[in-house]
């Protein structure tokens, strides 16, 4: 009987799994396979995971904390650039447990570096465009450079060219990062907004480096169930910080009934968005990565990074709904509390573009009637707003958990298929 032909694997796994050549020095061989992630390891979280995701509560709280002290647009603008910062820094962090092997000692090293030096650069957002800038600057360079040195003492192996280009990049974008924290005002804004897109421009092309060229396909594959399973975690805790913000603002301001329907409404909100998160498109994530591999490990960080920017203004407007309910009209307050809402939906839709590969109409639609209902609700109270925003998420939910689209009931019928096959 002829003897059946395996399939040939994939050059992304052969990467993790291949063996040393015996001509060849088999113990820093052996040691480079050891750092990298194989099939065998599990695609869940470790543990290590989730207690760095522990870290981002101190940066998202700083974060909001900045926008209620000074809500005006160029104050919004400052802290977007701080928040992209804190949140490369994780995406990186996420990448780097995806590609290597998480239980490895240099990783576990990694990761807690990236944790306390993040810390550091946490602390600093309050005063980064003041006498902190070098601090965050630092910091943020810091945790790039050591991952690099960390990564680049991988030897005799096609994966450490990787960890090559990517550090040139970061190199680049490290000197205007660092330049900008010795400089003041305006330059140190302008600075650190090129390096930012640098940062975030660069992966979509590869980390092409001239002369060196870009990574090929099969060096930015990535395990979609475990990003995908990362990326959720990391969109509950800034939504934790929603919860925390309201929390602590209703005990600190006092217990009357009328912030305790502003904390209902601000609770409600919170759980809509958790809710939307999940339903439906989230589920799904890890497929679509899998199938979009390097652009949509890519792609999805960036509509997370979107969602996450629309958690942490919730918690803006969560503070000031429930410090000032029916206070005074600010237009800055809300545009908060309609801003965070706005902000989920577009990073929603676009993430469900990358899962069913059209646009959800019904998302974008809803996203739609709160952007032409702004002029009109930014003449109400913050609470009201609140209101009203949480009356259309919920609308949106029920639609798509009572009627979901032909296109999520055929992933839907794909999926089961797949699991009676499995079993």
Same mark, same amino acid.
């Given at each position: 009987m002829a003897k059946e032909r395996r399939p040939e694997r994939p050059e992304s796994e052969r990467l993790g799994d291949e063996r040393? %050549?015996?001509?060849?020095?088999? *113990?820093?061989r052996l040691g480079s396979e050891r750092l990298l992630r194989r099939q065998a390891h599990s695609r869940q979280a470790s543990f290590l995971e989730l207690f760095f995701d522990l870290a981002f509560i101190v940066s998202f709280a700083l974060l909001s904390r900045?926008?209620?002290? %000074?809500?005006?647009?160029?104050?919004?603008?400052?802290?977007?650039?701080?928040?992209?910062?804190? =949140?490369?820094? =994780?995406?990186?962090?996420? =990448?780097?447990? %995806?590609?290597?092997?998480?239980?490895?000692?240099?990783?576990?090293?990694?990761?807690? *570096?990236?944790?306390?030096?993040?810390?550091?650069?946490?602390?600093?957002?309050?005063?980064?465009?003041? !006498?902190? &800038?070098l601090l965050f600057a630092g910091a943020y360079v810091g945790i790039h450079f050591g991952r690099a040195v960390l990564l680049l003492s991988v030897r005799e192996h096609p994966i450490r060219r990787r960890s090559v280009l990517v550090a040139v990049w970061f190199g680049f974008s490290g000197i205007l990062w660092l330049l900008g924290g010795f400089l003041t005002g305006p330059v140190r804004l302008a600075l650190w907004l090129v390096a930012i897109l640098i940062d975030y421009?660069? $992966?979509?092309?590869?980390?092409?480096?001239? /002369?060196?060229?870009?990574?090929?396909?099969?060096?930015?594959?990535?395990?979609? #169930?475990?990003?995908? #399973?990362?990326?959720?975690q990391i969109f509950i805790v800034a939504l934790g910080e929603v919860i925390l913000v309201g929390g602590l603002t209703y005990t600190r301001e006092g217990l009357g009934l009328l912030r305790v329907v502003a904390l209902t409404v601000v609770f409600v909100n919170a759980g809509l968005l958790l809710w939307l998160y999940f339903v439906p498109s989230s589920g799904r994530l890890g497929g679509?990565? #899998?199938?979009?591999?390097?652009? /949509?490990?890519?792609?999805?960080?960036?509509? @997370?990074?979107? +969602?996450?920017? /629309?958690?942490?203004?919730?918690?803006?407007?969560? #503070?000031? +709904?429930? +410090?000032? !309910?029916?206070?005074?009209?600010?237009?800055?307050?809300?545009?908060?509390?309609?801003?965070?809402?706005?902000?989920?939906?577009?990073?929603?839709?676009?993430?469900?573009?990358?899962?069913?590969? @059209?646009?959800? =109409?019904? &998302?974008? *639609?809803?996203?739609?009637?709160?952007?032409?209902?702004? $002029?009109?609700?930014?003449?109400?109270?913050?609470?009201?707003?609140?209101?009203?925003?949480?009356?259309?998420?919920?609308?949106?939910?029920?639609?798509?958990?009572?009627?979901?689209?032909?296109h999520a009931k055929r992933l839907e019928a794909e999926r089961r298929a797949a699991e009676e096959e499995r079993s």
């Open positions: 040393s %050549d015996p001509a060849r020095s088999g *113990g820093e900045r926008l209620v002290d %000074d809500l005006d647009w160029w104050n919004a603008g400052q802290t977007a650039i701080l928040l992209a910062a804190m =949140w490369w820094i =994780w995406i990186a962090t996420a =990448w780097s447990t %995806d590609w290597y092997n998480p239980q490895h000692p240099r990783i576990r090293v990694l990761v807690l *570096g990236a944790m306390f030096v993040g810390l550091l650069a946490a602390a600093a957002i309050p005063e980064a465009y003041g !006498p902190h &800038g421009f660069i $992966p979509t092309q590869g980390w092409r480096v001239p /002369g060196l060229g870009r990574l090929p396909a099969a060096q930015l594959r990535v395990v979609g #169930e475990h990003l995908s #399973e990362r990326y959720r679509a990565i #899998e199938r979009n591999q390097a652009r /949509g490990g890519v792609y999805a960080a960036y509509c @997370h990074a979107i +969602m996450v920017a /629309g958690a942490v203004l919730t918690a803006v407007g969560a #503070e000031l +709904m429930i +410090m000032h !309910p029916l206070g005074e009209v600010r237009i800055s307050w809300s545009t908060a509390i309609i801003g965070g809402a706005v902000l989920f939906l577009v990073g929603r839709v676009l993430l469900a573009l990358l899962v069913y590969a @059209h646009l959800p =109409w019904r &998302g974008l *639609g809803t996203l739609v009637l709160l952007l032409a209902g702004a $002029p009109g609700l930014v003449r109400l109270p913050p609470l009201a707003v609140g209101l009203v925003v949480d009356v259309v998420l919920l609308a949106l939910t029920l639609l798509l958990v009572l009627l979901p689209s032909p």
